[in-house]
């Protein structure tokens, strides 16, 4: 079986139940349409019976060849899915046609939800800055630990990046919504 038809019975399951336009497979991309039990993947008409036995689990069965495939993960914000289809494991993204409109008018809707400063939730005091500029990180690994009501809080990255600038350091008083780390 050719790349091209694995992955659109793989695919299948996702535009089933999303019924999204692109979808992209690794690096590969597709497009993508849904009517009724048929499936119109570049061009190509393919027919396929899906039955979920479990949730997350499925039954496909398309050209006369059973799949078995299986919802790993699932991200909503990002449209994102790890997908298992007998024993290959795929990362897929889709977008439907509004995504694709925003894109196309150079709109990116992930990047308005990145957060570039970490500010302080409450009033309190510098216990510990864990961090340096250059620093790259990964989302939830902690940035600083503030003192607030008596009780340590360690305040973590809630995405990956770059530390940018520092303005914080052990021992200084932060009032609520005072920005102490900048992330690039």
């Known amino acids: 079986m050719s790349f091209s038809k694995r992955l659109s019975v793989e695919l299948m399951k996702i535009i089933y139940i999303y019924s999204m336009y692109k979808v992209q497979v690794n690096k590969k991309s597709f497009s993508v349409e849904k009517d009724g039990e048929l499936f119109n993947i570049d061009g190509q008409s393919v027919e396929a019976n899906i039955l979920e036995y479990k949730e997350g689990k499925f039954h496909v069965l398309s050209n006369n060849k059973s799949y078995s495939t299986e919802i790993l ?3 909503k914000e990002e449209k994102s899915f790890q997908i298992k289809v007998n024993r290959s494991i795929f990362s897929v993204t889709v977008q439907d046609k509004f995504d694709q ?3 196309q008018m150079g709109i990116d809707v992930g990047a308005g939800k990145k957060v570039n400063d970490i500010k302080a939730p409450m009033p309190g005091m510098v216990i510990q800055v864990m961090v340096e500029p250059g620093q ?3 989302k939830g690994d902690a940035i600083v630990v503030l003192e607030a009501m008596k009780m340590e809080n360690i305040l973590k990255s809630p995405s ?3 530390i940018k600038k520092v303005h914080v350091l ?3 008083k932060v009032e609520k919504n ?6 690039d």
């Open 178 to 183: 005072q920005v102490m780390v900048f992330l």
């Open 101 to 103: 409109l925003l894109k």
């Open 170 to 172: 052990k021992g200084d």
């Open 160 to 162: 990956d990046g770059v």
């Open 73 to 75: 993960s699932h991200n």
């Open 136 to 138: 790259t990180i990964k």
